[in-house]
């Protein structure tokens, strides 16, 4: 079984900054790739970045890239997304997600390839 654990939602002004972290559990030995999703209240859920897990490659949503950075360490088995300038918009739930398949530039945010989920972080920032 894999479970998967996010922390770091909260409440920040236009401009802040919150982490989030996700500590993934179980067997995580297979997993390709591990990522964060978006839903906004009245909007369907969105990729926002991916972070393949052997090399690191990374991949954004064009809304939040140079903002948001995603990470992953490998020793604790929890992936972070860092998110600077935020932005009214950027108010959703975040969901963690990890994968046994592979993604790449044209597959990272197709949400169906993603087995694993976490159970969301809201994230509030007002203006």
């Known amino acids: 079984q894999v479970q998967l654990v996010e922390s770091g939602g909260g409440s920040v002004q236009a401009g802040g900054s919150l982490r989030l972290s996700c500590a993934a559990f179980?067997?995580?030995?297979?997993?390709?790739?591990m990522g964060w999703f978006r839903q906004a209240p009245g909007k369907e859920r969105e990729g926002v970045a991916v972070?393949?897990?052997?090399?690191?490659?990374?991949y954004y949503a064009d809304s939040v890239k140079g903002r948001f950075t995603i990470t992953l360490d490998n020793a604790k088995n929890t992936l972070y997304l860092q998110m600077n300038s935020l932005k009214p918009d950027d108010t959703a739930i975040y969901y963690c997600?990890?994968?046994?398949?592979?993604?790449?530039?044209?597959?990272?945010?197709?949400?169906?390839?993603?087995?694993?989920w976490g159970q969301g972080a809201q994230v509030t920032v007002s203006s």
């Open positions: 997600a990890a994968t046994p398949r592979v993604v790449n530039t044209f597959l990272w945010a197709r949400q169906s390839l993603y087995n694993f």
């Open positions: 179980g067997y995580t030995y297979n997993f390709y790739a």
């Open positions: 972070i393949r897990i052997s090399g690191g490659s990374t």
